[in-house]
């Protein structure tokens, strides 16, 4: 029987996680407060952000971002946001959830936005640019924060596979200079939980603003409301908020992953590697390299090959799955209209395969993997 081999599989140290888990359940608060604090002080001791809030989703947390920006700096029903096409679709989505234009850059050989594709698409009417750290990768992302500095535009980063990729000169998680950071710690991320995010904004008053508003625009949460002795009912709703904070049993989860992060990444680099030393003389296959400017979190691993489709049918047949990051967001029907710049972004989504890339596969594997993709 041949061993089956996801593309991304979830991996939990489930005596830890349930230890954590366990105290929720005995304390009775499974919700919004105790450990998604506990997570939040961590995170920000990791990653060095000032402010970090727990969300339900790292896509509530990109809705929250564009949703803060625009009331904050007046922006207009119809203002533009230039983003990248080769996105999961949630990138993209929250900019018209808001009533925005997304604008879609190309990218380059890195599946990263091109500097020179989105300074073309800048007008008067562009007031932000989501950069996406696709895979872990942060190639021309200094290049684009610039660039929003130039332009007086925001910067929010959707940093959804990035947790641990840090700048190789400082140790700095990249990002610290963004307007606004999104993390995911969905079950197949890095930092795995059931599903989760965080939201990092650079001063107080952002972040308070996107904790009110992902608790229904209440000012108080029940937690705030809540001590040993007490219990304080009343709280005041300034404004329409949404219902997309973390939980505590999502939190937990969290807290455990976070402890091996860095060493995970490393473990997922070091299969990187085995990938790259394997495939690097083929002609037909171009692997998808990161910036040497960072220590990439290694969330996926992917190449390009002219028949991407049969390649994944013919790995499928020995129980190797692979996936594909992603389709661009511009060939589907609801994004058509909007302005694009997408020659290289529209040759990649037809060629770009995600290899198996997760904390299950051993070097052993890696290198089974790559022997069936040179028919070996």
Known sequence: MKKVIQVLKPYFRVDEVMSEIRECVEKGWTGIGFKTEQFESAWKEYSGFKYAHFLNSATSGLHLA??????????????????????????NHVIIYENLDPVFADIDSSLCLDPASVERLITNKTRAVIYVGIG?????????????????LILVLDAAHMAGTSWTDTGA??????????FSYQAVKNC????????????PELDKQARRLSWLGIDKTTYDRYSESSYKWRYDVPEIGFKYH??????????????????????????ADVYDNNLKDRDDIEIISHSPLVHSSRHLY?????????????????????????IANHQYPIYKNYKSDVEKASRYSSLIVSLPMHMGISKEDATHISKKILNK
Not at 192 to 203: K, L
Not at 253 to 269: G, H, I, P, T
Request: negative net charge; contains cysteine.
């Open 66 to 91: 564009i949703r803060i920006f625009k009331d904050e700096y007046n922006w207009q029903n119809g203002d533009e946001v230039i983003t990248t096409s080769l996105t999961f679709v949630s990138t």
């Open 136 to 152: 872990g990768n942060a190639q021309n992302y200094k290049e684009i924060r610039s660039l929003c500095t130039k332009h007086n």
């Open 173 to 182: 998680q990249v990002g610290l200079d963004a307007d606004c950071a999104v």
């Open 192 to 203: 795995p939980s059931s599903d989760a995010g965080m939201i990092c904004f650079p001063s």
């Open 246 to 271: 973390g939980n505590s049993i999502a939190a937990a989860l969290c807290l455990v992953s976070l402890r091996y992060l860095d060493q995970d990444n490393e473990y997922r680099r070091m299969l």
């Open 302 to 326: 992917q190449i390009a090959v002219t028949n991407r489709d049969g390649l994944i049918e013919r790995l499928s047949k020995e129980g190797i799955y692979c996936g594909v990051h992603y």
